[in-house]
Each structure stands twice: as C-alpha cells, then as structure tokens.
C-alpha cells in the first residue's frame, strides 16, 4: 500500500504498518535504500498538519520515525487504517500505511 510518487519517494520503504496515538504521535518502522531528508509529514483527508518529525534525516538502512502533530487526534477511529503522507525535501511524497491503537 505503499504509495511512490517519485524518486525520493521510492527510496523509502515500510517494514510494518505505523502505529497512530491520538495524543498527536505517529510511529512509522521504514528501511531507506539510501539518505532522505523529510520536511513534513500529513494524514491524507485529514486536517492535521506537522510539528516536527524526528528524525528529519533518514540514513540508509532501518529508521524508526516519530511524527509529532499539532493538537489532539481524536476524531480517528480506533483499530482503522489511516495513510500517512511523507513529504522529502526536494518535494517527494511516500504514503505509509499506519493503524490507530491509541
């Protein structure tokens, strides 16, 4: 389900689906083929835009990606699938697929 849409993009990779708290934080588990740097991050079809990410750099290899977003996630459904849209800095865009469970 992993949606590429250019070169950066298809560099990333996710290993399981990400985890979504309603708090704000997203957890995404990925495996880069190679460095990216990440600007932003949004749920597609919902309002909610980025804090911060962290790390912004992704180095090649294994990287556990946490997602900070401004203000409460409450109106996600528990247990249901939602796409986080990753945006590198030169523009790209990779969808992860990430699950509420909290």
């Known amino acids: 389900m992993s ?3 250019s070169r950066q993009g298809s560099l990333i990779k996710y290993i399981k689906h990400g985890e979504i708290y309603r708090n704000g934080v997203a957890k995404l ?3 880069v083929l190679d460095n990216v740097l990440l600007k932003g ?3 597609e079809g919902k309002p909610y835009s980025t804090q911060t990410i ?3 750099g992704l180095r090649k290899g294994y990287n556990e990606v946490t997602v900070y977003f ?3 996630l409450n109106d996600l459904q528990y247990n249901q699938k939602y796409l ?3 945006t590198t800095t030169d523009n790209d865009e990779i969808g992860i697929p990430a699950i509420v469970v909290g």
Request: hydrophobic share 55%; no cysteine; aromatic share 16%.
């Open 41 to 43: 991050a949004y749920i």
């Open 84 to 86: 986080i849209v990753l």
């Open 54 to 56: 962290a790390p912004m």
């Open 70 to 72: 401004t203000g409460l």
């Open 3 to 5: 949606v590429n849409r």
């Open 29 to 31: 588990y990925l495996y």
